[in-house]
């Protein structure tokens, strides 16, 4: 009996250790995509998704003025007619409506200078924000990304971003201004970053990014010349 315990004790120990590092810690392998009932986008829109995750993985909608993501993966969707160079200003108010279930933060938020977004090639800078009060200025040159903020690995806490309530609900207002060769990131009204736009990418499509397992509610979209 002692030696029957015993192999079914090791035997549950070895199917532990087998599981996925992050269903370990109680969260979901982001690499998985999960199926939202998507796969359908709005007419004009388009969307790549990180990793070419099938599009079944996000669901995008028009509610009213304002637009919709339930996503399974991360992905970026933009239209063709939304594109701009030279001086312009591109804003938009994201709320998570609720907490991603993953123990951790993922990001949502506005691309600027977006090229080759179905190709091996695409390009794009992106601007989020997560629950945990911090931003993200970061490019995307085909499969490699690289943080734009100077002396960080990427996320930078700022009082600027609201941070999400105890129902995990949390609304910012994010805006990009290109303008003189300069470009300023803002949140809710206040500068968190700014640089010269020959460091990044500004001239091509603008558009929203969202990550995975988020629920997030948008207003406000618009591209305004300057």
Excluded: C
């Excluded at 123990?103 to 794009?124: A, R």
């Excluded at 800078?125 to 734009?148: H, I, M, N, P, Q």
């Excluded at 994010?174 to 020959?198: C, H, M, P, R």
């Amino acid at each position: 009996m002692k030696t029957l315990t015993r192999a079914i004790w090791m035997t549950a120990i070895a199917g532990l250790a087998a599981l996925p590092a992050a269903a370990q810690a109680g969260g979901m392998d982001h690499d998985t995509p999960v199926s939202v009932g998507g796969g359908t986008l709005p007419a004009g829109w388009s969307a790549r998704t990180d990793r070419n995750a099938p599009l079944t993985s996000v669901k995008f909608v028009p509610m009213g003025q304002a637009w919709h993501f339930t996503m399974g993966v991360a992905a970026v969707v933009y239209r063709d007619a939304d594109k701009a160079s030279g001086n312009y200003h591109t804003v938009a108010k994201f709320t998570q409506t609720k907490p991603t279930g993953m123990g951790h933060g993922e990001g949502m938020g506005l691309i600027i200078g977006g090229s080759d977004l179905q190709g091996e090639k695409q390009q794009y800078t992106y601007f989020l924000v997560r629950e945990d009060g911090s931003f993200l200025v970061k490019r995307r040159t085909g499969a490699t990304t690289a943080a734009v903020t100077e002396g960080t690995q990427g996320w930078v806490t700022n009082d600027a971003v609201n941070k999400t309530d105890a129902g995990g609900k949390m609304t910012n207002e994010l805006a990009i201004g290109v303008q003189g060769g300069k470009v300023s990131f803002t949140v809710n009204g206040k500068e968190v970053y700014n640089t010269d736009a020959s460091k990044i990418d500004v001239n091509g499509n603008v558009g929203m990014r969202v990550n995975h397992m988020l629920d997030v509610h948008v207003e406000g979209f618009a591209i305004h010349k300057m």
